[in-house]
T-cell receptor
């Protein structure tokens, strides 16, 4: 298993540009999430999904969109990038409680985004 | 989710046990205690979790007090590769997509 993969590893955008951060997992996990981590801070939840076609907002959703058309993929879209979105973005996945999981989350390696 | 309090940093000698405390005095009966660590800007890594009983796995041991208001993560023989930020998180398992609320964590430096 490749686990949780994220692309790209690094990205530089200009203010106002849009882009999509990709996240994929091959563990058949129902739950997937996006977090951001600013320098010296803990991770904060942006959006999450409990299954294909179901998404919900986390703590800091403004400026981001998500969709979940398949179990494997959970892309994060920046609509109009702003310098305040400069951060490291982590994707995570896990089994649901119904599937006997709900404890361990698996994180990807992160995407380092700079908005100029 | 219950709030947790951890010391901001601690040092540990290589080969010795590292004991990381966490206070969670407002924990509810259905909330679990989770420990994750983050090694130098990598994605966080799950270590262990527990509800009431003490737990042990290949990475660490988790000791939860009888009143569940605090816990201690024990790394039995710390190595240089254990240098990381350790996060204690309390939450209901399965809620809100298993979301994790990260605080400041404890920055652990293992010294030779």
């Amino acid at each position: 298993n490749a686990g949780v993969t994220q692309t790209p590893k690094f990205q530089v955008l200009k203010t106002g540009q849009s882009m999509t951060l990709q996240c994929a997992q091959d563990m058949n996990h129902e739950y997937m999430s996006w977090y951001r981590q600013d320098p010296g801070m803990g991770l904060r939840l942006i959006h999450y999904s409990v299954g294909a076609g179901i998404t919900d907002q986390g703590e800091v959703p403004n400026g981001y969109n998500v969709s979940r058309s398949t179990t494997e993929d959970f892309p994060l879209r920046l609509l109009s990038a702003a310098p305040s979105q400069t951060s490291v973005y982590f994707c995570a996945s896990s089994y649901s409680r119904l599937a006997g999981g709900g404890h361990e989350q698996f994180f990807g390696p992160g995407t380092r985004l700079t908005v100029l | 989710d219950a709030k947790t309090t951890q010391p901001p940093s601690m040092d540990c000698a290589e080969g010795r046990a590292a004991n990381l405390p966490c206070n969670h005095s407002t924990i509810s009966g259905n909330e679990y205690v989770y420990w994750y660590r983050q090694i130098h800007s990598q994605g966080p890594q799950y270590i262990i979790h527990g509800l009431k009983n003490n737990e042990t796995n290949e990475m660490a041991s988790l000791i939860i007090t009888e009143d569940r208001k605090s816990s201690t993560l024990i790394l039995p023989h710390a190595t240089l590769r254990d240098t990381a930020v350790y996060y204690c998180i309390v939450r209901v398992a399965g809620a809100a997509g298993n979301k994790l609320t990260f605080g400041g964590g404890t920055r652990v430096l293992v010294k030779p």
